[in-house]
């Protein structure tokens, strides 16, 4: 278990957390939130909502770079206030606040630039409080977590106690998507993973008792970072890699971000129909967010792991469950 | 002209020529239907400007060797972007083409060129320095300027409001505050100052 980076004398627990939610997840993607704060619980993380936080930053930075430095700069300063530091769910979430904080914890100028901007919001009645950032908050995704500090032995353990001795999912093959921004850039990442041949998700995905299974051109982005400005190239994107995945016979996708869920889930048929897919004859592919099919491994239920939520509907795990139920 | 050379030039096929209105070309010209640039017309500060933004500072180590373009994602489904050329343009000076582009914004900040770049230039980030000197010059796109304003209204990009509350709580999960007013101070304080409304 790795030890805090905050200064002596925290008497933080080591596996606490404040849970930084984003934009995407606390509304689209409910079913990712409801299975990390369960698998969490199980698995000793103490995950804590932090009020105040608001979007990461990172739509900002096209625009302007300070604001988006500035917004990542004020959630920072939120989680620091309760001295935890901050799990994501959201893979650009994670970039745009690892990111900001390498810069502030690096540039002392940066860091006192930051706090005065952040100090004058508002003015006079409607001075807007903002707490000054130390910069000693650190930023992990939720996968990194289980991989790291949690540990896949650990995992392992929490999922043979679960359905069926831990051989619920022992008949599927799932294929990983890391997405960008969970491994890249890696320079701020403290090489944890390897960008250009990750492991963290295939182990995760192996502790729960099921396959991995290779594809083509896996570090495929899922186009989501430009769907609003060229939609049919996003879509492209999108569908060169469910095409890539459906060809190798994988059960399901398996992946960590909500925005690549909305590429790979929401937007599937609409992507099959740019390949020239047949109407009425979809990928069919199901998706899910890690902590779904590790919570299932676990014994919980489908409700609790919110597949309703879930837009393909995994036909063949829900009959595996409803085998092992009986 | 053959393709492989027209790619090498910088120039595009049906796709049209990013860069401005075309000229004529006369019998048995090795052109394609691209316009001729007045060089002169160039500016040749722009990798200075560039160089002088946040995540622009490594745009001169460019050497043109394409590694970026090889690995894009982007690049893989469609021949409209081309991370290499548009570097290349930047470094000529070509800066109206370059800021009034479309192409700019089809960067999808995956990192790949990032990791791969033996010159350690950062597209990504480059691309986000030469959007931030466009947006301030009020090349904005449409969609853009909705995400603007979503960040403005609920300091996210999507509103969570009694609906979303009530929603979240048929699933057991606690209610969420959007932070609207500091979100709207930020972008007031360090951003366009008069919203990015003005955009194209």
Known sequence: ?326 | MPSELREIVGMTEETGSPCGPGSPRGPGSLRGPEPIFDVSNFAPGFRDEIAAEPGGEHIRRCFSCSTCTAGCPVAGVTDKYNPRRIVHMALLGMRDQVLASDFIWLCSVCYTCYERCPQDVRIPELMNAIRNIAVREGHVPRTFTRQIEELRAHGRLLEIGDYENERRARYGLPPVEEAAEEVRAILNRAGPKDGPEEGV
């Open chain 1, 1 to 326: 278990m790795t030890g805090s980076l905050r200064g002596s004398g925290s008497l933080r627990g080591p596996m606490q957390y404040a849970l930084y939610l984003g934009c995407s997840v606390p509304v689209r993607g409910m079913n990712y939130e409801m299975s990390a704060r369960r698998v969490a619980e199980r698995l000793d993380v103490e995950l804590k909502d932090v009020e105040g936080f608001s979007c990461c930053g990172f739509p900002a930075r096209p625009a302007d770079w300070e604001a988006g430095l500035l917004m990542a700069a004020r959630n920072l300063s939120l989680a620091e206030e309760q001295g935890l530091d901050i799990v994501t769910l959201c893979s650009a979430c994670t970039a745009t606040l690892t990111e900001a904080n390498y810069r502030l914890r690096e540039d002392a100028d940066l860091l006192a630039w930051a706090n005065e901007e952040l100090a004058g919001l508002g003015t006079g009645d409607a001075a807007l409080s903002t707490p000054r950032y130390g910069g000693t908050v650190r930023v992990r995704h939720f996968a990194r977590v289980l991989y790291e500090e949690v540990g896949v032995e650990a995992v392992r353990e929490a999922v043979a106690e679960g359905a069926d001795g831990g051989r619920l999912l022992a008949g599927f093959g799932f294929a990983p998507h890391y997405g960008c921004h969970y491994l890249k850039p890696s320079h701020i990442y403290d090489g944890f993973d390897d960008p250009e041949n990750p492991q963290s998700l295939d182990r995760l995905i192996e502790a729960t008792g099921a396959r991995v299974v290779r594809y083509e051109d896996e570090g495929q982005c899922c186009g989501g970072g430009i769907l609003g400005f060229d939609e049919e190239t996003a879509l492209l994107m999108t569908a060169q890699k469910l095409d890539h995945i459906v060809e190798a016979g994988a059960d399901a996708m398996v992946l960590i971000c909500p925005f690549c869920a909305i590429m790979y889930e929401a937007n599937q048929r609409r992507a099959g129909k740019l390949r020239g897919q047949p109407p009425g004859v979809p990928y069919g592919l199901p998706v899910f967010y890690y902590p779904q099919i590790l919570g299932l491994a676990m014994g919980f239920s489908m409700e609790e792991m919110g597949l309703k939520l879930n837009r393909v509907k995994p036909r063949k795990l829900m009959q595996t469950l409803r085998a092992s139920v009986r």
